[in-house]
T-cell receptor
Framework: DAGVIQSPRHEVTEMGQEVTLRCKPI?????LFWYRQTMMRGLELLIY????????DSGMPEDRFSAKMPNASFSTLKIQPSEPRDSAVYFC???FGKGNQPQHFGDGTRLSIL | AQRVTQPEKLLSVFKGAPVELKCNYS??????LFWYVQYSRQRLQLLLR??SRESIKGFTADLNKGETSFHLKKPFAQEEDSAMYYC???????????????FGQGTILTVHP
């Protein structure tokens, strides 16, 4: 298995633009997690899904952030409009959805908003 | 509520010295605990989990329920161990956590030559 696949690896865009981050989880995993990592705040859980259904989005910072999981093999995290303070590394992770099972992370998307 | 505390944001040691990265947790049930490692500009990788009771890259971690700790230890640090280390907790195989992990703030380990 290729592991969790995220795209793009890097994204540089101007503030106000829409940004879409993509994630393909490991086949067979039924939980998917979106994280944001910054130096100041560390690793933050934004939202997670189980069986394509959002379970907890309390970590989503603002209405400018939205996430979808239309099927078991694809999820998107969208920021519209983007702001410079959204600059961070965004990770996607997937797991079998059981507490004793580890999460597997993608390589992340390094987002820079100018 | 679940909480994971890593009291040291930065930890520096010399090559060959022992290293211990501290992790304390708060959880009322029976937790599952993990250590993840993130090398420079790479993805987070699972290093070890308490249920496996194994040694990975010379690292070990023992769950101490009395002290609610899961410290990561290595007797002789190597330069390639320099990385960010995260301790994480899950609410066990039951419940409705759906595999959600509560992460600590992370500890940056630097091993000097």
């Amino acid at each position: 298995d290729a592991g969790v696949i995220q795209s793009p690896r890097h994204e540089v865009t101007e503030m106000g633009q829409e940004v879409t981050l993509r994630c393909k989880p490991i086949s067979g995993h039924n939980s998917l997690f979106w994280y944001r990592q910054t130096m100041m705040r560390g690793l933050e859980l934004l939202i997670y899904f189980n069986n394509n259904v959002p379970i907890d989005d309390s970590g989503m910072p603002e209405d400018r952030f939205s996430a979808k999981m239309p099927n078991a093999s694809f999820s998107t995290l969208k920021i519209q409009p983007s702001e410079p303070r959204d600059s961070a590394v965004y990770f996607c992770a997937s797991s079998f959805g059981k507490g004793n099972q580890p999460q597997h992370f993608g390589d992340g998307t390094r987002l820079s908003i100018l | 509520a679940q909480r994971v505390t890593q009291p040291e944001k930065l930890l520096s040691v010399f090559k060959g010295a022992p290293v211990e990265l501290k992790c304390n947790y708060s959880y009322s049930g029976s937790p599952e605990l993990f250590w993840y490692v993130q090398y420079s500009r790479q993805r987070l990788q699972l290093l070890l989990r308490h249920i496996s009771r194994e040694s990975i890259k010379g690292f070990t971690a023992d769950l101490n329920k009395g002290e609610t700790s899961f410290h990561l230890k290595k007797p002789f640090a190597q330069e390639e161990d320099s990385a960010m280390y995260y301790c994480a907790l899950s609410g066990g195989k039951g419940g409705t956590s759906y595999g959600k992990l509560t992460f600590g703030q992370g500890t940056i380990l630097t091993v000097h030559p």
